[in-house]
């Protein structure tokens, strides 16, 4: 008989574990329907299709998405360049601009780090970013190699920056470290 | 189309943009899910799934009010929860380790990285109903078993009391 309850709290150290099947699982005849669909390669394409006739409304939404990030740099607000970043990195790959997402992905891991560790980003290292996002959103060849080096070169600079203040990716700073 | 055999499935997209939850659903409904419903927060998620009882649920990360964390735990430790036991796909572009972190001890099952392919989706829902997991209710967590894998040649720390218990047992 399965149950939808969860376990009682387990005294410190100890672990209750409920195996599948002791709560409700899917039924075999929905999970054999299910791996049939998944496996089924005219589903597969017709999903594909779906991502396809999603890319222009998508490209949209990302350029809109970067007017709202200028405007929140416009304002000095760090806590709003950094959410509309992370919905430009969300969706530019499936608007088809790789680039563009792997540079607002390098942007938000600058943004995090220095959110976490209490300091403020040096401005001309996002106004170089949001430069970037926007060049590459409306280039031709944003798809090219032209796109992925300007990502890496700017990846290198955050790592750069980010080591001139003693941070690390996940915002802490080393032992023994003293602030100036 | 493959379809009779889980027409009664419910899904829930729970993503606050609009195309990406668009996105989201017409992938589920490509797959032969009929029921994908929708909300744009964490709070409205969980009234959806107290009304419609979805039997998936992917979710977004980051979201406001309340965000995909706040509401993969609710549906996990919540009294009003119908279901804790309901499998979570967490839906992300956070490359960051420590958000990650944060949503896997909240209790989601699987991740799915952005940008979205209808591979990766496939896959995900392909683990859960091939492999579900065991549940873990310890005094720090609810939710799918972290522990995915053994490994034969794990040589330690060995730290869980059932890890002692076998111990004693071999001697």
Known sequence: MSTRKIPPLPAAGEEIKVAPGAYPVF?????????????????????????????DGMRTA???YIDRVEAAARHSDNAGIYDQAHEIRGLAGNA???????????????????????SKPDRAVVAIHLEAIARAAH????????????????????????AEINLSEDGRRPAGFIAP | MSGAAFDGLKALVVEDNVHMRTLLRSLLMALGIKHVYEAGNGDDAFQTLRDKLPDLILTDLSMKPKDGIAFTREV???????????????????????????ARDAGVTEFLAKPIT????????????????????????????RRRHTDEH????WRRKSDFEKDLEIR
């Open chain 1, 96 to 118: 088809g601009l790789n680039a563009t997402g792997r540079i607002a992905n390098v942007l938000c891991r600058y943004l995090d780090a220095l959110a976490r560790g209490g």
């Open chain 1, 62 to 64: 990302v350029l809109d």
């Open chain 2, 118 to 145: 209808a591979q990766n989706l496939f896959l995900r829902v392909a683990e859960i109903v091939e492999r579900p997991r065991s549940y873990v209710r310890c005094t720090t967590y609810f939710g799918p078993d």
């Open chain 1, 27 to 55: 039924s075999n005849a929905v999970a054999m329907g299910l791996l049939r669909a998944v496996r089924d390669p005219e589903v597969v394409e017709q999903a594909d299709r779906v991502i396809v006739a999603n890319i």
């Open chain 2, 154 to 157: 794990y040589s330690g720390p």
């Open chain 1, 139 to 162: 280039a031709e060849d944003e798809a090219t190699r032209l796109g992925d080096a300007v990502a890496n070169e700017l990846s290198q600079l955050v790592d750069k920056k980010l």
């Open chain 2, 76 to 102: 996990r430790l919540s009294d009003e929860s119908p279901n804790p036991y309901v499998p979570i796909i967490m839906v992300t572009g956070h490359t960051e380790r420590h958000r990650v972190e944060a």
